[in-house]
């Protein structure tokens, strides 16, 4: 009778411990407070909060603005005799104005003299290479039709800018449809190697993935303006580390308005090798402005005229050269207010420079500008 009784009790904890393990999704499910295997109740997440509210609408209104931009060769097929379009280089624009000019970079339309462009809403159009600086890396191109044209980006300042401050990068990469990086400006004035040799001074650094094919893109600041044009990525497997650079606006806005009127850019020069950085630091040891010369180009307008470069001696000390104060009476405190004063000039136009010369002497001498080779 026990024998039987431990068979029973034996039986019966078999069957629970079975009943357990088939049941086993629906008591999990009513531990996780859902009886019925139905889909779990939606959180309400709340208003986004103020400052992704403002990315989205930076996006959403510059994004129609940013096209994707396509180059293609012609080629002749001798047997047929048919003519067939290859793609050969692609990357992202912004619409300049409404007259239908779209701002990229040189090396994105090198060698073309038309390409392919197309709109957020999947239009393609067909536009011209109007005006290129490859010593800046711009080119501008034209729409061949205007209808209902997306509009033109705002656009900004970046002699004002600050280390920290926030901004937004929209790229179409390979015409995969927008894509929007954030990050800050990283640092200012940096200097890359161009790919037309030489090099590329004065340029934002930023933290905000400048990802392959966005060249040419614009870089936002937090009000949605354009503060720059993203240019290159600093990376030896061609992916984004990080670093990325893009040309300032007040260059943008200087050189392009050249290239629309004249199709390339001319500014006159004073032959002078300058940098923003070791100026800063010169100015303030002397508690002066100005832009300091550190090479004076042989053969140049500022040579002929005994403009004096910084020197180094051979017990390494410093000799400084002369500092620009003034263009024709109007203030230099930087490269880029030199070269926007050269812009109002032509070639064989005299201006009058006021420097100031071994830190103590002012000057004032004549000089004959030549053009920008």
Do not use: C
Not at 59 to 74: D, K, M, Q
């Amino acid at each position: 009778m026990r024998d039987n009784r431990s068979v029973s009790v034996f039986l019966w904890v078999l069957l629970a411990v079975l009943l357990l393990w088939v049941a086993q999704p629906v008591w999990v499910a009513w531990f996780n407070g859902d009886s019925r295997g139905t889909p779990r109740t939606v959180t309400a997440r709340g208003d986004l909060a103020e400052a992704e509210q403002a990315t989205i609408e930076i996006f959403e209104r510059n994004s129609p603005s940013v096209v994707f931009i396509t180059t293609v060769e012609r080629v002749l097929n001798l047997w047929s005799r048919d003519v067939r379009e290859i793609p050969q280089g692609t990357g992202t624009g912004f619409v300049w104005d409404k007259s239908g000019h779209v701002v990229t970079n040189y090396h994105v339309v090198k060698g073309q003299d038309t390409a392919k462009i197309r709109l957020a809403d999947q239009r393609v159009f067909d536009a011209d290479v109007v005006g290129a600086s490859p010593e800046h890396d711009l080119a501008v191109l034209r729409l061949r039709s205007l209808a209902d044209m997306p509009p033109p980006v705002q656009v900004g300042s970046s002699s004002d800018l600050r280390v920290g401050q926030h901004v937004l990068a929209i790229g179409n990469p390979f015409g995969l449809d927008h894509t929007l990086t954030a990050g800050v400006i990283s640092a200012l004035r940096r200097s890359i190697d161009a790919e037309e040799g030489g090099s590329m001074e004065g340029l934002i650094q930023t933290d905000a993935a400048i990802n392959p094919g966005n060249s040419g893109g614009p870089l936002l600041d937090s009000a949605g303006r354009l503060i720059g044009v993203n240019v290159a990525i600093y990376s030896p497997s061609g992916a984004s580390a990080g670093i990325g650079f893009a040309i300032p606006v007040d260059v943008v806005n200087r050189v392009v308005p050249r290239l629309v009127k004249d199709g390339r850019y001319t500014r006159p020069v004073l032959g002078v090798a300058m940098d923003d950085t070791i100026s800063e630091k010169i100015n303030a040891k002397l508690n002066t402005q100005g832009v300091l010369v550190l090479r004076v180009q042989p053969n140049s307008p500022a040579a002929q005229v005994g403009l004096r470069g910084t020197q180094i001696t051979a017990n390494d000390d410093l000799i400084l050269g002369d500092i620009i104060q003034t263009i024709d009476g109007k203030p230099v405190s930087n490269t880029n207010d030199l070269n926007s004063l050269l812009d109002n000039y032509t070639q064989n136009s005299t201006v009058r420079v006021g420097l100031l010369r071994e830190g103590k002497q002012v000057l004032e001498v004549d000089v004959v500008l030549s053009l920008l080779r």
